[in-house]
T-cell receptor, first 116, second 116 residues
């Protein structure tokens, strides 16, 4: 597609339920990043995938969070047993190669997750 | 541990005047800095960047200044236009042991409102 697609755009879930957030990167982009923005906070790095390399999971806040990237394309971020502090906008970005110059990033519109 | 800080949550400016957005960082390993702009319900988009070997980079109405000794950068928008109203994030990247890697650390964002 032309851009990074994220679904759903909004998700309201009950505390304790599991949620899956999906990211469809730009075709051909080998690097994929997940960030989240909590209220009043900056964008917090969660996880980074680059090609077939092992992902950098150093930003995942707890073991309730996990992410996969199947076939080097679509990625799914899973949050198990959601808590209210998980409420945030979850943003996915992709870039061509793992270059560290962020102008190569294209962000999706995000998934707004609300845990009630 | 907020390594990148934007201490002004909001800024209001008259159309035609200069907008100055500020950003401070603490990690001396950061050597590449970027500004992103974000409209509501959209992902952030890249605006302008600067390498630590420079102290100024200009692109049209946008200029970024870097003061390494003070660990401070600023974004100047001249002249400001109503369409510039958005949230502005500064971000920084560290050369992680020579690995070409795109992980960015973001500030909390500043909401800019440009009044007609």
């Amino acid at each position: 597609g032309a851009g990074v697609s994220q679904s759903p755009s909004n998700k309201v879930t009950e505390k304790g339920k599991d949620v899956e957030l999906r990211c469809d990167p730009i075709s051909g982009h080998t690097a994929l990043y997940w960030y989240r923005q909590s209220l009043g906070q900056g964008l917090e790095f969660l996880i980074y995938f680059q090609g077939n390399s092992a992902p950098d999971k150093s930003g995942l806040p707890s073991d309730r969070f996990s992410a996969e990237r199947t076939g080097g394309s679509v990625s799914t971020l899973t949050i198990q047993r959601t808590q209210q502090e998980d409420s945030a906008v979850y943003l996915c970005a992709s870039s061509q190669g793992g270059g560290r110059f962020g102008y190569g990033y294209t962000f999706g519109s995000g998934t707004r997750l609300t845990v009630v | 541990d907020q390594q990148v800080k934007q201490n002004s949550p909001s800024l209001s400016v008259q159309e035609g005047r200069i907008s100055i957005l500020n950003c401070d960082y603490t990690n001396s390993m950061f050597d590449y800095f970027l500004w992103y702009k974000k409209y509501p319900a959209e992902g952030p988009t890249f605006l302008i960047s600067i390498s630590s070997i420079k102290d100024k980079n200009e692109d049209g109405r946008f200029t970024v200044f870097l003061n390494k000794s003070a660990k401070h950068l600023s974004l100047h928008i001249v002249p400001s236009q109503p369409g510039d109203s958005a949230v502005y994030f500064c971000a920084a990247s560290a050369n992680a042991g020579g690995t070409s890697y795109g992980k960015l650390t973001f500030g909390q964002g500043t909401i800019l409102t440009v009044h007609p």
